[in-house]
């Protein structure tokens, strides 16, 4: 990622350690709701001070809007919906890790280092999943039925198993 890039992520997202959300997917099966994205964002602000970055497709701003609305800290959200892959390269980079629905950015995490866990249904993960050593994915057809306990769980896991922090 080129230095302008990171020092742009550097200044558009807040300091301290980020978990990235990318929240969006060419298809609607492939969306976990947004509803229970916020959970996991305000779990991660609530329990690691996370900085969350909440990012989506221009063409499905609601998504980031319903988060913001079902989140306990939507002044704590910097959400980005209009972003270029390098830009969008460059934020989840930043990230210490990376929870997304089965889509191309999810490929950025492991591409960038970043811990990555994927959000599968009609996808197959056993082809498709995150590649990174400490990547995990996990699948329910339909997506709604990914339990949130089972995110938290894997988010709790790998937030704690490394001591990643935010890297420029």
């Known amino acids: 990622i080129p230095n302008n890039l990171r020092v742009w992520a550097k200044q558009a997202a807040p300091s301290g350690p980020r978990l990235a959300l990318y929240i969006d997917a060419p298809a609607a099966d492939r969306i976990w709701p947004p509803e229970r994205f916020a959970e996991i964002a305000d779990y991660a602000i609530e329990k690691f001070g996370a900085a969350v970055i909440v990012l989506s497709g221009s063409l499905r701003t609601d998504l980031a809007e319903r988060l913001q609305t079902a989140s306990r800290n939507p002044d704590l959200l910097t959400t980005f919906t209009n972003v270029g892959i390098p830009e969008l390269a460059a934020l989840i980079a930043s990230a210490r890790l990376l929870v997304s629905n089965d889509t191309g950015p999810m490929h950025l995490g ?11 249904s009609v996808g197959y993960p056993e082809h498709f999943r995150p590649t990174g050593p400490g990547d995990r994915f996990l699948r329910g057809n339909p997506i709604e039925t990914i339990e949130m306990k089972d995110v938290v769980e894997a988010v709790e896991q790998m937030w704690t198993a490394t001591d990643r922090d935010l890297r420029y």
């Open 110 to 120: 492991p591409a960038g280092g970043v811990p990555t866990l994927g959000l599968f």
